[in-house]
C-alpha cells in the first residue's frame, strides 16, 4: 500500500482517522505517566534507606532496662475470683435499689453500671455491684434474708497466672541478652553497619517490652478481679395494668404528626424530582458539548491537514 493509497484512505474516513488520532494521544500520554512512576517507585527504597541512615539520632538506643512493676507481678500463681448473678421481684423498686446500693458501700463496694428497662407490664433495673471479694459472702447472705431472691448464680473458681508468669522470665532473660548485644554494638566503630544492627536489636527490644506490658496488663486485670467481686442484680417491678394508657391522647397527636409529615414529603417530591431530572438533563448535555466541540475541533483541522498534505504530494 503506497503512501497516496494511505492519504486517500485517511480522507474517506476522516471522523475515524481523527479518534484513532486522539487515542494515539491519549495512549502516549499515560504510557509516558505510567513508566516516570515507575522510574521513581524503583528508585525511591534507595533514597529510604540513605536518608534513615542519615536521620538516625546520636546515642540512638539508648533505653533503659525494663522492670515489671511490682503490681503487675506477683509471687502467686492461682488468684480465687468470685462473681454471680441474682434476681429480685420488689414492689419498689427505687426504695429497694437505694438499700442494695447503700449497704454495698457499707461493705466497701460501689455501684459499677446500672440500666433501666420498662414497658406496659414491668420495670426492670440492672445493676453491677463490685464488692470487696473479702465481704462478697456477707453482702450476698445479707441480700438473700432482706430481699424476695427468685433466683441466683453464684460462682467462685481459681485462675492460674503461672504460664504469664514464665513467659515474663523468658522475655525477661531475652531483653537482658538484647541489651548485652546492644551494648557490644554501640561499643563498635560507628558505621552503617553499626548504625543497622543497634536499631534492629532496639526494635527486638521494643516488642519484647509490649509483650511483657501485655502479660503485665492480664496479670494486674486478674488481681483486680479477685481482689473486687462482680455482682449483678436485676430488680423486676410488675406494673398494674391499664386498659387506656394516661397518655393515649398524646400517642394519637404524635400518629397524627407523623401522618402529616409523610404526606408533606411525599407532594415535595413530587414537585422536586421533575426539577431534578431537568437539571441533570443540561448537565448531560453540557458535558456531550465539551467532548463533541473538541472532536469537532479536531476533525475540521485533520481534514484540512489532509486536503493540505494531498495537494502538496500532487
Known amino acids: 500500500m503506497k503512501y497516496k493509497d494511505y492519504v486517500k484512505w485517511i480522507q474517506k474516513h476522516a471522523v475515524l482517522s481523527a479518534i484513532i488520532f486522539i487515542a494515539i494521544l491519549i495512549l502516549g500520554f499515560f504510557s509516558f505517566t505510567f513508566f516516570s512512576s515507575f522510574g521513581t517507585l524503583s528508585a525511591s527504597p534507595q533514597l529510604g534507606i540513605a536518608g534513615e541512615r542519615a ?65 406496659y407490664r414491668s420495670i426492670t433495673l440492672t445493676v453491677t ?81 509490649r509483650q511483657l506490658r501485655s502479660y503485665g496488663y492480664d496479670i494486674k486485670e486478674i488481681q483486680k478481679r479477685s481482689e473486687y467481686s462482680n455482682l449483678r442484680i436485676t430488680l423486676t417491678q410488675k406494673k398494674e395494668i391499664e386498659l387506656l394508657p394516661e397518655d393515649l391522647g398524646r400517642e394519637l397527636m404524635i400518629k397524627l404528626r407523623d401522618a402529616i409529615r409523610n404526606i408533606t414529603n411525599a407532594l415535595l417530591d413530587l414537585v422536586t424530582i421533575p426539577v431534578v431530572i431537568f437539571i441533570n438533563l443540561i448537565v448531560l448535555i453540557i458535558y456531550a458539548f465539551v467532548v463533541i466541540i473538541p472532536l469537532f475541533i479536531v476533525y475540521k483541522f485533520a481534514r484540512r491537514f489532509f486536503k493540505w498534505l494531498d495537494k502538496k504530494i500532487k
Open 55 to 119: 536521620l538516625a539520632p546520636k546515642g540512638f538506643g539508648r533505653y533503659s532496662k525494663y522492670t515489671p512493676e511490682e503490681s503487675t507481678v506477683g509471687t502467686e500463681y492461682e488468684y480465687q475470683i468470685k462473681e454471680g448473678n441474682m434476681k429480685i421481684e420488689t414492689k419498689d423498686i427505687e426504695s429497694d435499689y437505694q438499700k442494695l446500693k447503700q449497704s454495698a458501700e457499707e461493705y466497701g463496694g460501689w455501684v459499677e453500671t446500672i440500666s433501666k428497662f420498662q414497658d
Open 129 to 209: 455491684f463490685k464488692i470487696p471479694s473479702d465481704n462478697f459472702d456477707e453482702y450476698v447472705n445479707w441480700v438473700m434474708k432482706n430481699f424476695d431472691v427468685k433466683s441466683s448464680d453464684l460462682r467462685m473458681y481459681k485462675v492460674s497466672v503461672e504460664r504469664q508468669q514464665n513467659e515474663i522470665e523468658i522475655l525477661m532473660k531475652t531483653l537482658n541478652a538484647y541489651d548485652s548485644l546492644f551494648d557490644k554494638a554501640a561499643s563498635m566503630e560507628l558505621s552503617t553497619e553499626s548504625i543497622e544492627l543497634m536499631q534492629k536489636l532496639t526494635d527486638k527490644k521494643l516488642y519484647i517490652m
